[in-house]
Nanobody, 129 residues
């Protein structure tokens, strides 16, 4: 059974930076592509972005595309979320998730969320003004 563990959350001031990590175990990392989601207080969980199995294709939501980056270290089975120029509206619980790529490279998608097989427990990010 796959397991994802996020770390790196915390509190930061507006315009600061933070990097989250997501370490995977219990499945073949290279067969799944990865994504980040977040859930703001009182709202539904929303996409942040995803990365394909090769690491060459990424998709970002419009609200973060100029500020966030999603690298991964496949040798360490670890996904990252590099967040820069953080804003109070980025305050949320951040989740990583894994979806079987079915052998397809150069593609990732964050919808539907139900297609993701494994989810982390979430890590809180709080941005103060």
């Amino acid at each position: 059974e796959g397991r994802l563990v996020e770390s790196g959350g915390g509190s930061v001031q507006s315009r600061g930076s933070l990097t989250l990590s997501c370490t995977a175990s219990g499945y073949t990392y290279s067969e799944y592509y990865m994504a980040w989601f977040r859930q703001k207080p009182g709202e539904e969980r929303e996409e942040v972005g995803c990365i394909d199995t090769s690491g060459r294709y990424r998709h970002y939501s419009a609200s973060v595309t100029a500020r966030f980056r999603i690298p991964q270290d496949s040798a360490k089975n670890t996904l990252y979320l590099q967040m820069n120029d953080l804003k109070p509206e980025d305050t949320a619980i951040y989740y990583c998730a894994a979806r079987h790529a079915r052998g397809i490279r150069g593609y990732c998608a964050t919808q539907p969320q139900t297609a993701f097989a494994f989810w982390g427990q979430g890590t809180q990010v709080t941005v103060s003004s």
